[in-house]
């Protein structure tokens, strides 16, 4: 099988196979983009393999394209430079060996062989020649293009050899299933299972970049369901993996906490590419298992999950080494992930919905996004009825910001003012006070303007300034 015509497009090819001739070195394009290219899928990052020494052969290439910077890493034999939007990345062939209290591998000079041998997956382990006489070849030792054709993830060595040499690859596995919608080898199952706690020598911020990948596919609950069903979640995120088999009403959702989360996931993932609502999602009803309580008539309740797994998130995002500065968002979007519900069901006041406003803030649109796909009622009545239930709440919402300018809610009367008028010093006081007009606009009482704010303040300092003294 040959791929010129597609390889030709790509700048750098003829200047490669051009320099390769000249020096009389074997050189292929490897691993990613050659599945990349099979498949046409985008690619920016290019891969080729020299038989030789590619540092060397790395710099003659970056001289003739004019690159003045060539990063190199000896250790490894690879060197790595940009041009033209692509990165790209000369590597010698080598072999590989492992500690096995280390995922770092001793690498020594091998052979074409050898290098294809040691790379993950069939599908990453395909090579294109790049010299004259085989330009555009394919090269496939281990039935890699089979293996796409067919949409399975295989190993090209025994899968226990290779998870054991770098467990990784188990979540690498999971992940490329999930981005490409491919199926999982029963063999590959089976070794994922068994050498699951293999894991535990890779550090924390590998694992979870490869789960957020999972996260951030088509179709995440591909690779959620194969976590589960090979016991692996059960280490990199046991919180998620104690959601199956905890029973909720079934009047309203599926039976399984976690099949639910699947698809609350999979429905906000065709909505949005946003990470961190997609996270917010797996992650809405993790305090369930904590909150179950069996009550007679009713079923399986689970009374304030929502506050006690935005409570969770914390201790999450510090053992996951997931990004602080999300931590909020999410909390936020836990917290309040029930707040749309409840009003939806019932005729709202503009006192609940300015409340949820506030609450809210700038994620409001992005907490309705998470309700809608929190709805996995297989009664298209029921669901057809929720969906305009939350337009309804919606344009109730869009009324009342219009009214009362509540985007950038806070009293109209700062703190300073409210001192001097009340004769205060920084205190406690002066926050309580600040807060009464804040509830006196969430409740309508008065209008959220400063003129409203300094007159209802006026009407109520002497009570609060009065039930203080009398403490």
């Known amino acids: 099988m040959n791929f010129k015509d597609e390889i030709e497009k790509i700048p750098v090819i003829k200047t490669i ?5 000249e020096d009389k070195v074997d050189v292929y394009m490897v691993g990613g983009v050659v599945r990349d290219l099979i498949l046409k899928r985008e690619r920016n990052d290019l891969d080729f393999l020299v038989i030789g020494n590619s540092l060397e052969f790395a710099e003659k290439v970056a001289e003739k394209l004019g690159i003045q910077k060539v990063t190199k890493y000896k250790n490894f034999g690879t060197a790595h430079f940009k041009y033209d939007n692509y990165d790209i990345e000369f590597v010698g062939a080598r072999k590989e060996s492992y500690d096995r209290n280390s995922r770092k591998p001793i690498v020594e000079n091998g052979t074409f062989e050898d290098d294809i041998r040691r790379r993950d997956f069939t599908i990453n382990s395909m090579a294109i020649s790049l010299n004259k006489n085989f330009f555009g ?6 039935k ?10 295989k190993t090209p060595l025994d899968p226990f050899q290779t998870f054991d040499d770098d467990p990784l690859r188990i979540m690498r596995a999971f992940r490329f299933a999930a981005q490409l919608d491919y199926n999982v080898d029963e063999s590959v ?6 050498m699951r706690e293999r894991l535990r020598i890779v550090s924390q911020e590998r694992i979870t970049d490869e789960f957020m990948k999972i996260l951030a596919s088509p179709k995440p609950s591909i690779g959620l369901k194969l976590l589960y069903d090979s016991e692996v979640l059960e280490i990199v995120f046991p919180e998620i993996h104690n959601l ?4 909720q009403r079934q009047d309203y959702h599926h039976k399984d906490v976690f099949l639910h989360t699947l698809i609350v996931v999979d429905n906000i993932s065709q909505a949005t590419d946003n990470l961190w609502l997609r996270f917010a999602a797996l992650v809405h009803d993790i305090a369930k298992p904590q909150t179950k309580k069996f009550i007679e008539g009713i079923g399986w309740t689970f009374h304030g999950h929502e506050e006690l797994g935005a ?4 201790n999450i995002f510090h053992r996951m080494k997931l990004p602080m500065h999300k931590l909020e968002y999410v909390e936020k979007l836990v917290r309040l992930h029930l707040r749309p519900i409840a009003l939806a069901k019932e005729e709202v006041t503009d ?3 300015r409340r949820l406003i506030v609450q809210a803030g700038d994620d409001l649109q992005d907490l309705i996004t998470l309700c809608r796909a929190d709805i996995t009622s297989k009664n ?4 057809e009825k929720y969906l305009a239930n939350y337009e309804a709440v919606m344009q109730k919402v869009l009324e009342v910001q219009e009214k009362d300018k509540l985007r950038a809610f806070q009293s109209p009367v700062k703190g300073d003012e409210i001192m001097k008028i009340c004769n205060l010093k920084p205190s406690r006081k002066v926050g309580e006070i600040k807060k009464a007009i804040e509830e006196a606009i969430l409740d309508g009482i008065i209008e959220n303007n400063y003129e409203a704010a300094l007159s209802y303040l006026m009407k109520i300092k002497d009570d609060l300034l009065k039930s203080d003294d009398s403490k």
């Open 17 to 21: 196979s051009s320099i390769a001739d």
């Open 137 to 142: 070849e394919l090269i496939d030792l281990f």
């Open 144 to 153: 890699g293009y089979q293996d796409l054709q067919n949409k399975i993830i």
């Open 189 to 194: 199952m089976i070794a994922a299972k068994q």
């Open 244 to 247: 199956a088999g905890v029973e």
């Open 311 to 314: 409570r969770m998130m914390k």
């Open 351 to 353: 006192s609940a919905i």
């Open 380 to 383: 298209p009545q029921k669901v």
